[in-house]
């Protein structure tokens, strides 16, 4: 057997093709669009993944005030963040977040299903988050996708 004739293909910067994905968040559930759109921002979809590389797509979120959470989420659920100042600790649930900007609780529940270092900061800034059907990036042409479809 010829071992030279079965190479790993890893992606280079110069062979990454990203586009431009347009999601729909209406009627979905928060967590399962997350992990999805986490999926599409990392590039994990294409055959050419590699992990050290930035190899996803640029993905938009439209409609995040009509997302869902199953169950009593809305109140039980805490978040907690800290001003940085003694006696600082904030909390928040996500019915209050949801009410000040949906934007934000789909941008937060995203974050933190990607990676925690530099690789997932450069991730997040291809994520774009509305909270109504229309958004800015009309002239990169982008796609529309169902999220049933990827695997």
């Not at 399962?32 to 992990?51: C, D, F, I, M, W």
């Amino acid at each position: 057997m010829d071992t030279l004739s079965y190479k790993t293909n890893s992606a280079t910067p110069a062979t990454i093709q990203k586009e431009w994905l347009v999601v729909d968040a209406t009627d979905k559930v928060l967590g399962r669009l997350g992990s999805e759109v986490a999926k599409l921002l990392r590039g994990k979809h294409k055959p050419n993944y590699t992990p050290n590389l930035d190899c996803g797509d640029n993905v938009i979120i439209i409609n995040a005030d009509k997302v869902k959470l199953t169950g009593k989420k809305w109140d039980d659920r805490v978040f907690f963040y800290h001003s940085g100042y003694p006696g600082g600790q904030r909390e928040v649930t996500p019915a209050m977040l949801f009410a000040k900007s949906p934007e934000r609780l789909v941008e937060r529940t995203v974050r933190g299903m990607l990676p925690k270092t530099k690789l997932g900061r450069e991730l997040f800034r291809n994520l774009f988050v509305y909270a109504g059907p229309e958004h800015k990036q009309e002239a990169q042409k982008p796609r529309a996708i169902d999220l049933n479809t990827i695997k």
